[in-house]
């Protein structure tokens, strides 16, 4: 199975700090509501800004993303390494304070070929990807990816949906992420999602002040 994973490609536009709304559901960003669609896809029941956690002093942290099916929190982090990194510590820092659960953090939205996914912890992913499996998708998702930025060691974790434990199966493998036809289409999904109500802050802006323009111009004084 080929996994080509090139290189990170992003995009800063004022347009992903839109509030999106998909299946009924505000999220924070377009790039949230991308990782609500391919979750969907995947079969992958996931809750959005379920629970605030407090890590110390005055110090809160609220999780993007419940998996509840896979025992995993899911925070949504740019594909840019500079903003990704920029408050990383508190993804660290609750994945030290919750060992008993997965902590996943992204980088940018799934894209297909290419790493999206870290996971923390005890049983750290330094770049993974989610993916489902070959055999019987919709089943298991698989964490693929390499424990280090050399990817001297592989790991390949299959995740039983229905329980969230980690299994190994005889004569099953995760899909090929530029081939399977599972895969395929829930990247196409992520891709061309533009949202329920989402519009450009730019767009929306020039909106609300041609729409203050016409309402000045139709008001006459008694």
Sequence with gaps: MPLDHVALRFEQNDADAADTVYAGVRYHSKTHAQWGVFLDALGIDHLYRLETFRLGEGLSFAPDFWLPTLNA??????????????????????????????????????????????QLGETPVARGMLLADASEPGARIWVCGSSDETAARLVFDAVEIATGKSIV????????????????????????????????????GRQAAEAGRQMAGSYSPM
């Design 73 to 118: 929190w899911l925070m949504i982090h740019s594909a840019d390494p500079a903003l990704r990194e920029a408050d990383r510590w508190k993804v660290d820092l609750f994945a030290r304070q919750h060992p008993e659960v997965r902590v996943w953090l992204s980088s940018g939205a799934p894209r297909p070929g290419e790493w999206h996914l870290e």
């Design 169 to 204: 199966r005889p004569h099953a493998f995760p899909a090929d992420p530029n081939t399977d036809s599972v895969m395929r289409m829930a990247y196409a999904k992520v891709e061309h999602f533009a949202g329920d109500t989402w519009t450009p802050i730019g767009i929306a």
